[in-house]
């Protein structure tokens, strides 16, 4: 399992143009299976994803089809994993 942080590296008015296309290429890793959850830091200075798999590589490569990566809106860090812990809803998940 993993959790990518994304660090916005241009204003939110920046931000706010990739927006739609950044949500139609998370679109595609919730349709893959790879994605669980996605959404803006409090404050927004980024957002978090969670995405499962065991391959890092994987992960990386599907990041470099963002649109915020194509066009330097966020930087990303990629940290994986192993929930041992965890509640039965999010069993489901993983």
Known sequence: M???TLTYLKP???VEKQL???REFLKQGYS???LL???PMIPRTG????????DKNAILNFL???PFKKNDIAAYEVVEFDPVLFSD???KSI
């Open 12 to 14: 939110l008015s920046e």
């Open 37 to 39: 959850a996605s959404g």
């Open 47 to 54: 957002g978090i994803i969670l995405a499962r798999g065991n």
């Open 2 to 4: 993993f959790v990518i």
């Open 89 to 91: 809803d999010f069993a």
């Open 64 to 66: 470099e089809s963002d």
């Open 20 to 22: 739609p296309a950044h």
């Open 32 to 34: 893959a299976g790879m």
